[in-house]
């Protein structure tokens, strides 16, 4: 076990001082959540519908885009001269492979997360104060849960044709527990309700991760040895 | 489980591989020992790749089984892995990495004890520690081959699997390699080697095989004159 | 002809008889639900609907269930055949659920007046249909035969594990955003005439689905054997 995470954590360091020395993918996806922000902030009507009410649905469209921009490029960057196979080869287990992708992707689109909530908070007048930390940490408890599948689904798709689409229309359905969860819950959160009315909702994103990191681990090796 | 001192380093018993319906290996036997280099030609097609794939790990055989130092190699086990090297035209470097980070990177996956020693030895090794510190992207190609010599080596596998290794290198070049592969013989590596220019490597094949049409076509021990093995290879080849 | 190529023809057969067997069937249900079974009380005629939208809805989840199962097989087992039968299956299936997901609109718009709603079995359908154009998306992308096996099969678990936690979230969306009850039969007790109908509705469309799988991975099959690939399969 010490093993694996070792490894893991050595392929989440090279992906992320990867990722440092391009920084196209991590660009590319926060451009691409202001964006969607600024749009959403445009097209709604300020006097029909309050922020407020708008707010937790807006954030987490803005967080599931940008995080599908930047699982695409978890294993594109393994096709340039067959690198993906150098680690095959190695004496590295895959579960190491999927948790340090998984992690390094959790470090990307924690990244988008962390520019995207202070965009939103300054752009829809949203004030979130007493509600942050619970914000923080749904936001950690949901990204975990579609980056975990997202990461297994990036390991597929960037074999296929229209790998850009192909990942959306695999991870969307996917998406859609830990989105509704993590929604509900933000709402409430910033309606400063008490903690019962959460616990639901709390509970099926908990349940979520813990059953998919798990089942993502178990399929991996199917996913990428031939 | 210990091997007997003579065993093969690295078996192959009875591959299969199958592709949907075709059949790209039918089962294949091969055993090499410490000190053996093992040549292995044939037409496109024959399933050489498929081969050397399978016996690196990468690929898993429709049947039979690849043994390393007597220990089967298998998905879930990976240690066997740590005795295994492939030199491919695929390089198996980040190109925005440069070749001291590479080898820092192989390192880690090898759990190499002392990893900046290793790295180091390595880039001297193959006198690209001037350059250690540029991006592959920016190498030349003669440098490149000699990073990816340095990843293949790292980890100093007994068994040394190469794909075409003589492709695309001029008559000096050529002749520096086949220094390093008799220093790896020398060593007691085994090696397989796969190319369409045999004679390249002509003077240090152990054993020379054929393989066509997914099976074993030809085998010469200690094989003679290449002037008569071409012969007998264009026979084969059109027949 | 060969023994693999016999085998399948052999399956195309006994598939179109299920398949045959499986309209007659419908048929009957069809007779059954105009002129046996009492009409209901508030809807009236549309309701009729429910003896097709809901063996449809069962049929999907038959289809689903069979592609999951199929793929958990393949892993361990490797036998193309099984991913073969699993694709099969998903291609039934997504007919299935868009007849469900039609005939549900059909019957909201006449008698509540909306085309939709979120009530757990449209959901859950819904999501069914999503994950076979997933599933079915996926294998036209990939070239490879080996690798779209190993890839659906995936896909084919992640899709069955996911399958309660969209009922999860629909329980706790609807627990707190109580809804009208829609779509459902009158409940609490149905009439044994309803009862009948709908459950023979069930076993007719339960024929229709292994007739129609059995003629579709008897021709996978057939044309796996020629060496071609039959579209998505």
């Not at chain 2, 292995?40 to 790990?57: D, E, V």
């Not at chain 3, 991975?217 to 399969?233: K, P, Q, T």
Request: glycine share 8%; proline share 5%; net charge positive.
């Amino acid at each position: 076990m010490p093993d694996m995470l070792r490894l893991a954590f050595a392929i989440a360091a090279k992906d992320i001082r990867l990722e440092l020395r391009s920084r196209t993918a991590l660009l590319s996806a926060i451009v691409f959540s202001a964006l969607v922000l600024v749009v959403f902030n445009f097209a709604r009507d300020p006097t029909a519908l309050a922020a407020i009410d708008l707010a937790p649905s807006v954030l987490w469209i803005t967080f599931a885009f940008g995080a599908v921009i930047a699982l695409n490029r978890a294993f594109y960057v393994e096709r340039e001269n067959a690198a993906l196979d150098g680690i095959l080869m190695a004496p590295v287990p895959r579960s190491a492979l999927y948790v340090g992708k998984l992690l390094a992707n959790l470090a990307f689109v924690g990244v988008v997360e962390a520019v995207a909530l202070p965009l939103f908070v300054l752009f829809f007048n949203v004030s979130m104060g007493h509600a942050l930390p619970g914000i923080l940490g749904v936001t950690a408890l949901a990204t975990v849960g579609f980056v975990a599948v997202g990461t297994i689904f990036s390991a597929m798709v960037v074999r296929t044709r229209f790998a850009e689409l192909m990942l959306p229309v695999l991870l969307l359905p996917f998406m859609v527990p830990p989105l509704v969860g993590a929604v509900q819950v933000t709402a409430r959160l910033l309606a400063g309700r008490p903690l019962s009315e959460m616990e639901g909702w709390l509970r099926l994103l908990t349940a979520y991760d813990i059953v998919f990191v798990t089942l993502c681990i178990l399929v991996f090796p199917a996913v990428v040895d031939e | 489980m210990t091997a007997p001192a003579d065993a093969p380093l690295l078996e192959g018993r009875g591959l299969t591989r199958a592709f949907g319906a075709l059949q790209a290996l039918r089962g294949v036997d091969l055993a090499v020992r410490g000190g053996e280099l093992v040549a292995i030609a044939g037409p496109n097609g024959a399933g050489k790749t498929t081969l050397l794939r399978i016996l690196a790990g990468l690929m898993r055989p429709t049947a039979g089984e690849v043994l390393v130092h007597g220990r089967r190699l298998t998905r879930s086990e990976p240690g066997p892995r740590r005795a295994i090297g492939l030199l491919s035209h695929q390089t198996f470097l980040y190109d925005d990495l440069t070749p001291a980070e590479n080898l820092q990177f192989a390192a880690q996956l090898y759990g190499l004890p002392d990893a900046a020693a290793a790295v180091r030895t390595a880039l001297d090794e193959v006198g690209l520690s001037a350059r250690a510190a540029t991006p592959v992207r920016h190498l030349s190609r003669g440098l490149l081959q000699r990073a990816a010599i340095a990843r293949a080596l790292l980890h100093r596998p007994d068994i040394l699997l190469l794909d075409e290794p003589f492709t695309g290198l001029d008559a000096p070049a050529a002749e520096r390699f086949r220094t390093l592969l008799r220093a790896q013989l020398a060593a007691g590596r085994a090696l397989v080697l796969v190319s369409h220019h045999l004679a390249e490597v002509w003077a240090l094949a152990t054993r020379v095989a054929v393989l066509a049409d997914g099976r074993w076509a030809l085998e010469l021990d200690r094989p003679g004159d290449l002037a008569a093995f071409h012969a007998r290879y264009g026979e084969l080849v059109d027949a | 002809m060969t023994p693999d190529l016999s085998a399948a023809r052999r399956t195309i057969r006994g598939g179109l008889v299920l398949m045959t067997l499986g309209l007659l069937a419908a048929a009957g249900v069809y007779i059954l639900a105009l002129y046996y079974t009492p009409m209901e009380a508030r809807q009236g005629l549309a309701q009729k609907i429910f003896y097709v939208h809901a063996p449809a809805a069962w049929g999907a989840l038959v289809a689903f269930s069979v592609v999951g199962l199929a793929s958990i097989l393949y892993l361990w087992l490797h036998d193309e055949r099984l991913d073969l039968f699993a694709a099969s299956s998903a291609e039934v299936g997504i007919a299935f659920s868009m007849v469900m997901l039609t005939t549900g609109p059909i019957w909201g718009k006449t008698v509540w007046g909306t085309w939709w709603t979120w009530d757990a079995r449209l959901t859950l359908t819904l999501f069914l249909f999503f994950l076979f154009v997933a599933y079915l998306a996926l294998r036209a992308a990939v070239p490879d035969r080996g690798e779209r096996a190993r890839f659906s099969a995936v896909v084919g678990i992640m899709g069955l594990v996911l399958v309660p936690f969209i009922h999860l979230s629909v329980y706790l969306f609807r627990t707190l955003h109580p809804q009208p009850v829609l779509l459902k039969p009158s409940a609490p007790s149905m009439p044994p005439e309803m009862l009948r109908t709908l459950l023979s509705g069930m076993g007719a469309f339960t024929l229709l689905y292994l007739g129609f799988v059995m003629v579709r991975y008897g021709i996978a099959c057939a044309a796996n054997v020629r060496g071609e690939s039959s579209n998505a399969v």
